[in-house]
């Protein structure tokens, strides 16, 4: 694998909040979202979020393109960017589309494919709910682009419909490279379940999220650290290219647990990235946080044997946020206050909580590391792979540090987004 151009710019025109970023290895694209204000020759009586897609080549821009909704994640492969949107009425639409187009659900939210070379929109699915739906990770493939978050009521995907089973259910989708929703597959059961992060690597698709008691993934039961008690664990899972179970394992502990998002490295391993409070139960360990909350990395084989785990974290509050594969090595985006060792460092928060980046090899060994620092509030928001590295999209609020590289302030101070490519040895 080449190694990749660092870069370290800024990326929204005009401000906006970065919510997604994606490669498909000669270009980076970077979600930006920014609130507009009225306009009557579109029919807006109200003022609407707009979602700026930026596509560039190393530090040149080559195109962008805005559409209605709040962004999230990104994907990219071949000849296709595909930028998942959210909001109510009009959303994933040009600014001057040929026809309004309303998606069901307070939110609901479409998923638009967009073509590489240009930014022109090839096709758009709306994904409609009747009481709401999020969007919460995407992965792309040489077949089209997995669609995975959660969703309450009933989510119709095209002529894909499921219902959820309790308070909210997960759901994850293929759409394949022409827009047809191949399959549409909900987990679940009488509690709150989301899917919040999918990954695919040639046939092989992981899916990791959050569950509470008396869920199930196509239907095997997911097992709960405590069937009583009223806060979720943590699932993960293999399915086909036909959206079939291969296997499904789950962990947690006594309190709460939340997922960043899941990988599937060079070897086909699957790693988990979450934060875990007090004990957590990770396959035959139990592994304790310093503080409030730690980041936790996780590793299966994979055939879905339980590998080894890690904590990443202080004495006080910290967690993961994203993650992403960069060959055989794992990148996570994390946050944290005061002070924590990572890797051969003991890294100090600058003002109030500060964000990181750690590369780890299959062992778990950090065998790079960034601070993402400075006097405001720092957030990766996202992480992508890139040849020979990773993608991420940061969210700032003043001077940003990310490592021995630099921006200025934002001129908005609520409204600061840069995109950071680094290598990975």
Same mark, same amino acid.
């Given at each position: 694998?080449?190694?990749? /151009?660092?870069?370290?710019?800024?990326?929204?025109?005009?401000?906006?909040?970065?919510?997604?970023?994606?490669?498909?290895?000669?270009?980076?694209?970077? &979600?930006?979202?920014? *609130?507009?204000?009225?306009?009557?020759?579109?029919?807006?009586? #109200?003022?609407?979020?707009?979602?700026?897609?930026?596509?560039?080549?190393? $530090?040149?821009?080559?195109?962008?393109?805005?559409?209605?909704?709040?962004?999230?994640? %990104?994907?990219? &492969?071949?000849? %296709?960017?595909?930028?998942?949107?959210?909001?109510?009425?009009?959303?994933?639409?040009?600014?001057?589309?040929?026809?309004?187009?309303?998606?069901?659900? /307070?939110?609901?939210?479409?998923?638009? =494919?967009?073509?590489?070379?240009?930014?022109?929109?090839?096709?758009?699915?709306?994904?409609?709910?009747?009481?709401?739906?999020?969007?919460?990770?995407?992965? @792309?493939?040489?077949?089209?682009?997995?669609? =995975? +978050?959660?969703?309450?009521?009933? !989510?119709? =995907? =095209?002529?894909?419909?499921? $219902?959820?089973?309790?308070?909210?259910?997960?759901?994850?989708?293929?759409?394949?490279?022409?827009?047809?929703?191949?399959?549409?597959?909900?987990?679940?059961?009488?509690?709150?379940?989301?899917?919040?992060? *999918?990954?695919?690597?040639?046939?092989?698709?992981?899916?990791?999220?959050?569950? +509470?008691?008396?869920?199930?993934?196509?239907?095997?039961? !997911?097992?709960?650290?405590?069937?009583?008690?009223?806060?979720?664990?943590?699932?993960?899972?293999?399915?086909?290219?036909?959206?079939?179970?291969?296997?499904?394992?789950?962990?947690?502990?006594? %309190?709460?647990?939340?997922?960043?998002?899941?990988?599937?490295?060079? $070897?086909?391993?699957?790693?988990? &990235?979450?934060?875990?409070?007090?004990?957590?139960?990770?396959?035959?360990?139990? %592994?304790?946080?310093?503080?409030?909350?730690?980041?936790? *990395?996780?590793?299966?084989?994979?055939? +879905?044997?339980?590998?080894?785990?890690?904590?990443?974290?202080?004495?006080?509050?910290?967690?993961?946020? @994203?993650?992403?594969?960069?060959?055989?090595?794992?990148?996570?985006?994390?946050?944290?206050?005061?002070?924590?060792?990572?890797?051969?460092?003991?890294?100090?928060?600058?003002?109030?909580?500060?964000?990181?980046?750690? @590369? !780890?090899?299959?062992?778990? *060994?950090?065998?790079?590391?960034?601070?993402?620092?400075?006097?405001?509030? /720092?957030?990766?928001?996202?992480?992508?792979?890139? #040849?020979?590295?990773?993608?991420? +999209?940061?969210?700032?609020?003043?001077?940003?540090?990310?490592?021995? @590289?630099? !921006?200025?302030?934002?001129?908005?101070?609520?409204?600061?987004?840069?995109?950071?490519?680094?290598?990975?040895?």
């Amino acid at each position: 694998m080449s190694a990749a /151009e660092p870069l370290t710019a800024a990326t929204g025109r005009g401000g906006g909040s970065v919510r997604g970023v994606a490669s498909d290895g000669t270009r980076t694209y970077a &979600a930006v979202t920014l *609130v507009k204000p009225v306009n009557a020759d579109l029919g807006i009586t #109200a003022p609407i979020p707009w979602t700026t897609i930026e596509a560039r080549r190393g $530090a040149t821009s080559l195109w962008d393109r805005t559409l209605t909704g709040e962004g999230g994640p %990104l994907a990219a &492969a071949g000849d %296709l960017v595909f930028a998942a949107l959210s909001g109510t009425g009009r959303v994933g639409d040009d600014e001057h589309p040929p026809q309004p187009a309303s998606v069901g659900g /307070e939110p609901g939210a479409a998923i638009v =494919a967009l073509d590489a070379t240009h930014g022109r929109r090839a096709w758009r699915v709306a994904l409609d709910a009747s009481e709401w739906v999020v969007v919460s990770a995407m992965a @792309a493939s040489s077949e089209g682009v997995l669609v =995975a +978050g959660s969703f309450s009521g009933s !989510l119709r =995907a =095209a002529d894909r419909v499921v $219902a959820s089973g309790g308070r909210s259910d997960g759901f994850v989708a293929k759409l394949t490279k022409t827009g047809t929703v191949a399959w549409l597959v909900r987990l679940g059961g009488g509690g709150a379940d989301a899917v919040q992060g *999918v990954a695919v690597r040639g046939p092989q698709i992981a899916i990791a999220g959050t569950f +509470g008691a008396g869920a199930d993934l196509l239907g095997q039961p !997911l097992p709960a650290f405590d069937e009583k008690s009223p806060y979720g664990d943590v699932f993960v899972a293999s399915l086909d290219p036909s959206g079939g179970r291969v296997w499904a394992a789950t962990f947690g502990g006594k %309190l709460a647990d939340t997922v960043a998002g899941v990988a599937i490295d060079g $070897a086909g391993r699957v790693v988990v &990235a979450a934060s875990a409070r007090d004990v957590v139960h990770v396959g035959g360990a139990d %592994l304790v946080a310093q503080g409030l909350a730690d980041g936790l *990395v996780a590793w299966w084989t994979k055939d +879905g044997t339980a590998s080894h785990a890690i904590l990443l974290g202080g004495p006080e509050f910290d967690g993961l946020r @994203a993650i992403t594969a960069a060959g055989d090595r794992i990148v996570v985006a994390g946050f944290y206050s005061g002070s924590m060792r990572l890797g051969d460092r003991t890294i100090t928060a600058a003002g109030g909580d500060d964000a990181f980046l750690a @590369a !780890l090899d299959p062992n778990g *060994v950090i065998v790079d590391q960034w601070e993402v620092s400075g006097p405001g509030r /720092e957030e990766v928001a996202a992480l992508a792979e890139v #040849a020979g590295g990773f993608v991420a +999209g940061v969210a700032h609020t003043a001077t940003l540090a990310v490592g021995d @590289a630099s !921006l200025p302030a934002p001129t908005d101070p609520f409204a600061g987004s840069a995109i950071v490519v680094r290598p990975v040895r």
